[in-house]
Structure formats: C-alpha cells, structure tokens
C-alpha cells in the first residue's frame, strides 16, 4: 500500500512567521506532487504542484521537493490568520493521487 | 459553470435507502475521480474514470457502491442500501488528463455532497 504521511497537527506560528509543513511518500515512482488547503467544511483547494526536484515558488508559497528522501514540503511565508486551515499533500502512485491525512495549520494574530 | 459541479450539496436519507450524487466535471477534463472524506480524516480514493478506458473500481469499499459516467462528462456515484457508516463528504474532482508521467494535470475538486444517513 502506497503511503503519503504528514504530521496532523495542529501547527502554531505567530502572524508574519514563516510556517513549514513536510509530507514523506513511500512510492520511489512518483513522479508528481501537489499541495493543497482546506478550509473547515470547504474542498480541497489547488496551492502548488511540483514535479523537479528543488524550490518552486510562487507568492508566499515555496515548495520543496526532495527525491531521494521521498519528502516534499511548503514553506508559507508572512503567514497570516487566513492561512489557518487543514494543508493536503498529494503524491501522484500509478494513475491515482495518494492523499495524505492532512496538517493543521493556526496562525495565531 | 467554469469549475466542478456536484449536487445535491447534502443529503440526508434513512439507512437502508438507495442515495445517487452526481458530478460534472470541467469541460474538456478527460480524468474524473470520486473520494470520500469522513469527518477530520483524509480523502479516501473510490473509483476513477478516464476517457472511454474501463474504470479503476479498487477503492469502493463494498458492492453496494458503483458508479457510472456517461459519454465521458457527467459521473453518478450510487450507494444502495445506506448504512451509517456511509455518512461522509463525498468529493468529486476531474483533471485535464490522469496523473502518471511526470507532469500531471492538476485535481480540482467541486464542492462536495455531505451525505448524512440516519
């Protein structure tokens, strides 16, 4: 069984710190990687989508991938309240996208 | 509309009643996935259709549950004989193609039906 694991949470920062959030993966194939927010009794919403090893950034958003070690992460800099939600890690095994369980995440004003 | 349409938005329904979602995905999406999410859990992969390709049926959890799609837009997830353990958000996403590759298309997801059995 292919495994996308994340730490639930939840995850405090300060309003304007930086938050970093990790997900590891078991499948060496995969070979796309997507992160995702969701808000309380909202869908999961597209953030970024990384397919080449290193950063990608985009706004306050960096997204790292590291092959090797199977780890993908998001860095969400300035974070602010509005930021506090549930961040999915997806991770591309066969045909399918494997969901990780989700991390918490509460910028505190 | 431009984005992933599911309806009804909730559904509540007795145990042992047949229950039907449906699910539109975005024009052109060749790719159109179901999941179920439990309260504070995860998405729970169900079944996957892509083009006129068989569908990928590995995560229904039993026979009560199947769904169709219908000339390769239009999706209907049916549960039959609901149990309470059916209650969950049931999502529906689609993509412009299936992931596997390298550089896969992107997931986007409607807004989900809440089903709630009593």
């Known amino acids: 069984q292919k495994e996308v694991e994340q730490n639930s949470g939840p995850l405090s920062v300060p309003e304007g710190a930086i938050a970093s959030l990790n997900c590891t993966y078991s499948d060496r194939g995969s070979q796309s990687f997507f992160w995702y927010r969701q808000y309380s009794g909202k869908s999961p919403e597209l953030i970024m989508f990384?397919?080449?090893?290193g950063d990608k950034e985009d706004g306050r958003f960096t997204a790292q991938l590291n092959k090797a070690s199977q780890y993908v992460s998001l860095l969400i800099r300035d974070s602010q309240p509005s930021d506090s939600a549930t961040y999915l890690c997806a991770v591309d095994s066969s045909y399918k996208l494997i969901f990780g369980s989700g991390t918490r995440l509460l910028v505190r004003p | 509309g431009a984005g992933v349409s599911q309806s009804p938005s909730n559904k509540v329904t007795e145990k042992g009643k047949d229950v039907e979602l449906r699910c539109d995905p975005i024009?052109?999406?060749?790719?159109l996935y179901w999941y179920r999410q439990s309260l504070g859990q995860g998405l729970e992969f169900l079944i996957y259709?892509?083009?006129?390709?068989?569908?990928?049926k590995s995560g229904l959890p039993s026979d009560r549950f199947s769904a169709e799609r219908t000339g390769g837009s239009v999706s209907t997830l049916t549960i039959q004989r609901t149990q309470q353990e059916d209650s969950a958000v049931y999502l529906c996403?689609?993509?412009?193609?299936?992931?596997?590759?390298?550089?896969?298309?992107?997931?986007?997801f409607g807004d989900g039906t809440r089903l709630s059995i009593l």
């Open positions: 990384i397919y080449s090893n």
């Open positions: 024009s052109g999406h060749t790719a």
């Open positions: 996403a689609s993509s412009l193609a299936p992931p596997g590759g390298g550089q896969d298309q992107p997931q986007h």
């Open positions: 259709f892509q083009g006129n390709s068989a569908p990928d």
